[in-house]
């Protein structure tokens, strides 16, 4: 199992979300791909923050309520943004999500996003690693 990097787990599908993006475009894609949030970045991919579900939540309920106009990421996104390194294992991510509680980090290879793993995918590592030790 030490030998399985994040690298090996992670979806390099992920939504392209940036500074820019609309709040209703970000709700959008994050549902289209099933993410509870998703990095947003930069035009080189570099990580300028990350935005979830959760701090959509009130400018969503504010903005519905009041009517008062378009939103863009830049005005709620989370920073600076935890993220792992691709060549981190999944050991020492699993014991890295036992201390923080984000449930999708942004994947960096050589300070850009290319791609994003969430917890369900590490516990499904962690599993097919259990069931391989108890065959």
Known sequence: MSKLYVRDIMSPDFPLLTAETELTDAISLLQKHHLIGAPVIDAQRHLVGFISEQQLLKP???SSYFCDGKVQLRDLLATPALSIEAATTVVDLAQRMQQNSP???????????IGIVTRSQVVAALKESYLSCAG
């Open 103 to 113: 449930k999708v980090y942004p994947v960096l290879n050589e300070g850009k996003v």
């Open 60 to 62: 969503l309920l504010n």
